[in-house]
């Protein structure tokens, strides 16, 4: 069983940044694709980044592009998503995700972690 183990978050003013780290179990980590999703509350949960099994290819939100950046280090194990400028709505529970069998996107089945919350205050 693959678990998800998210770290990072936290309390940060509006233009500041945090740092997300998602270690995960399992021998197969590289073979994936890992990204975060964020759900506000009182909304669905909605993507924000994706990496592909290498490392070589990335995909953003809209919301976010050009303000965060995801990163992974196969040989640890993790994926981190480095949030800068953030801004009150940004506020929400992040979730990491990996692809149960694809390497290149989280459009199929998932595993979860646990949720980390960021708050940004105006």
């Known amino acids: 069983q693959v678990q998800l183990v998210e770290s990072g978050g936290g309390l940060v003013q509006a233009g500041g940044s945090l740092r997300l780290s998602c270690a995960a179990s399992g021998r197969t980590f590289s073979n994936y694709a890992m990204g975060w999703f964020r759900q506000a509350p009182g909304k669905e949960r909605e993507f924000v980044a994706v990496i592909r099994w290498s490392g070589a290819n990335s995909g953003y939100a809209d919301s976010v592009k050009g303000r965060f950046t995801i990163s992974r280090d196969n040989a640890k194990n993790t994926v981190y998503l480095q949030m800068n400028s953030l801004k009150p709505e940004d506020t929400a529970v992040y979730y990491c995700?990996?692809?149960?069998?694809?390497?290149?996107?989280?459009?199929?089945?998932?595993?979860w972690g646990q949720g980390t919350q960021v708050t940004v205050s105006s």
């Open positions: 995700a990996r692809s149960i069998r694809s390497a290149y996107n989280l459009e199929g089945d998932n595993y």
